[in-house]
């Protein structure tokens, strides 16, 4: 058997995905990846080509080996602000009995950070993955807070983790009390759950009677564990670290930047982006050489497999076959 494409996809309008969240369609062969969209053709002196950006959408048929660019997800801008808004790190989940995306959102494409100072949690719902309704902001008393994960852990109830970038960038949680949609429920922030080292980027999942928490460090995905999904550990060994490791595939020879988890039974797939020209350097100018620009700011998207050993994860990079991913062994 081949092994896997590397890498497994790349943005073919502006070359800069990132953030995948994969999930299946239900009723169909269908897996779908949403991935922020950032437009690393755009040369400028700025930071216009990561804000601005909108939610890509690439589809496989053939249970996640390949995947193929199917346009951006419509309808994630507030009737009152309708133009070129910022769209980052879908969290898009299955949840009772319909689909679920918990985005980050910034108004404008500016091209400073100091121009967007306010970034929110927004939660939209839809039945096919294609239609989006607005449910409502996700309130957590913070003005500057990205990058969801949503999981139901031991206790039953809906969590989301999130980076509060106003307290060092660090890992908070909220839990939903009363109904996840509408006006008979809210969002409570829990407080700190993963501090310093500054981090981004969660994903929680369960695998091999464990819970476990990824997050971008900026120099591979930090592990922690959890038998509750409510105290979490880090990893001991290689410093807690994962997908920090070259890999050996094309564009894949740098560490591996915020991930989304797919379980499958005793293993699960991690989807991760690289920047496979940056080497954590000062970016060039886009004015002042826009063909490095460009080289730099390019991302792919990539997937290696994971699996648990008593209490420790362990992560394979270099897949010796293509991804198989089975509706079957979701977790329910």
């Known amino acids: 058997m081949p092994p896997a494409p590397s890498p497994l996809f790349r943005c073919p309008v502006f070359d800069g995905a990132a953030d995948p969240a994969v999930i299946h369609r239900r009723g169909t062969a ?7 969209a950032r437009r690393a053709t755009l040369t400028t002196a700025g930071v216009d080509w ?4 909108r939610i890509g959408i690439a589809v496989s048929t053939d249970a996640g080996a390949t995947w193929q660019y199917r346009g951006v997800a419509e309808g994630l801008d507030p009737r009152d602000c309708p133009g070129l808004n910022t769209h980052w790190a879908p969290e898009v989940v299955w949840q009772d009995g319909k689909y679920h995306m918990f985005l980050t959102w910034g108004e404008g494409a500016p091209g400073s950070w100091a121009e967007q100072t306010r970034r929110r949690l927004v939660h939209f719902t839809s039945p096919d993955l294609e239609r989006w309704e607005f449910a409502g902001r996700v309130d957590v008393g913070s003005e500057n807070v ?28 909220a839990v939903r009390e009363g109904a996840l949609e509408g006006a008979d429920g809210r969002w409570r922030a829990e407080g700190q759950v993963i501090g310093l080292p500054a981090h981004e980027g969660p994903n929680v ?17 930090a592990v922690h564990r959890s038998a509750d999904g409510l105290a ?3 990893q001991e060994a290689n410093n807690g670290l994962i997908l920090d490791a070259p890999g050996a595939g094309a564009d894949d020879a740098t ?9 499958q039974g005793d293993h699960a797939y991690i989807f991760y982006f690289t920047h496979p020209e940056w080497q954590d350097t000062e970016m060039v100018s886009g004015l002042a050489d826009p063909v490095r620009a460009v080289r730099e700011q390019r991302t792919s998207i990539h997937a290696a497999r994971l699996h648990a050993e008593g209490d420790a994860l362990v992560c ?5 076959a293509p991804v198989h991913l089975d509706p079957a062994l979701l977790e329910s």
């Open 232 to 234: 979490w550990t880090r």
């Open 30 to 36: 269908e897996w779908w990846m949403f991935y922020t």
């Open 316 to 320: 394979t990079r270099d897949l010796d």
């Open 205 to 221: 999942f369960r695998l091999g009677g464990w819970y476990w928490m990824v997050v971008d460090e900026w120099r591979g995905q």
């Open 255 to 263: 560490y591996g930047r915020h991930a989304d988890v797919v379980t």
């Open 146 to 173: 990205i990058d969801a994960a949503f999981a139901v852990v031991s206790d039953g109830r809906a969590r989301l983790w999130f980076k509060d970038e106003v307290d060092g960038s660090t890992t908070w949680s």
């Open 50 to 53: 990561i804000t601005g950006t």
